[in-house]
């Protein structure tokens, strides 16, 4: 019963250098997320994907890209690391984008970009 | 602009003294409510879910309760395994089903 499964789960990066953010759900989820979380703030949504091939712009968007690759899977990229993008990531799922929902988060990311 | 705000930041109870935590909202058009309980190095879990103003819902030794402008979560009878930090989040039916969450409470039971 796995849920929600963020891969890696700590990554040290250089500035300049890029990297992908793996995750993945088994509860068969329509909608996917990704949040970033930082000391002193709320998490705040990064981008989200509603349904399997659509993906949308949350509060946070810039200097990330992501990708719905399947109804499983949603990755989050950083193109050009940036120290302001040391954070811990979190990935969430829900079984629709339907505002009655609970989202399920995955245990995170820590990425720290020196 | 909407806002989710949580009081306290961080309380620190005994074993078995009760409290309340609570989440302020000023989102127009509150579709949904959430809690969700955060340990370190993990992700938020999720616990409730409140739609209207009146409503309540338990689990163990924690009750969610709503009205139109907050939400509080009471813990009765605390144990030190209750020690977590507690989320709150309001979804305004912006864009699909996004949420604004609060800071949080970082909740410290001692035995």
């Known amino acids: 019963n796995a849920g929600v499964t963020q891969t890696p789960k700590f990554q040290v990066l250089k500035t300049g250098q890029s990297m992908t953010l793996q995750c993945a759900q088994d509860?068969?989820?329509?909608?996917m997320y990704w949040y970033r979380q930082d000391p002193g703030m709320g998490l705040r949504l990064i981008y989200y994907?509603?349904?399997?091939?659509?993906?949308d712009k949350g509060e946070v968007p810039n200097g990330y890209n992501v990708s719905r690759l399947n109804k499983r899977e949603f990755s989050l990229r950083l193109e050009s690391a940036a120290p302001s993008q040391t954070s811990v990531y979190f990935c969430?799922?829900?079984?629709?984008?339907?505002?009655?929902?609970?989202?399920?988060f995955g245990d995170g990311t820590r990425l720290s970009i020196l | 602009e909407d806002q989710v705000t949580q009081s306290p930041e961080a309380l620190r109870l005994q074993e078995g003294e009760s409290s309340s935590l609570n989440c302020s909202y000023t989102?127009?058009?509150?579709?949904?409510l959430f809690w969700y309980r955060q340990d370190p190095g993990k992700g938020p879990e999720f616990l409730f879910t409140?739609?209207?103003a009146g409503e309540e819902k338990e689990k163990e030794r924690l009750k969610a309760t709503l009205t139109k402008k907050e939400s509080f979560l009471h813990i009765t009878a605390p144990k030190p395994e209750d020690s977590a930090t507690y989320l709150c989040?309001?979804?305004?039916?912006?864009?699909?089903?996004?949420?604004?969450f609060g800071k949080g409470t970082k909740l410290s039971v001692k035995p």
């Open positions: 409140l739609y209207s």
């Open positions: 989102v127009s058009g509150l579709r949904g």
């Open positions: 994907s509603a349904s399997e091939g659509t993906t």
């Open positions: 509860m068969n989820h329509n909608s």
């Open positions: 969430a799922s829900s079984a629709t984008g339907r505002s009655n929902q609970p989202q399920h």
């Open positions: 989040a309001v979804n305004y039916g912006g864009s699909q089903g996004n949420l604004i």
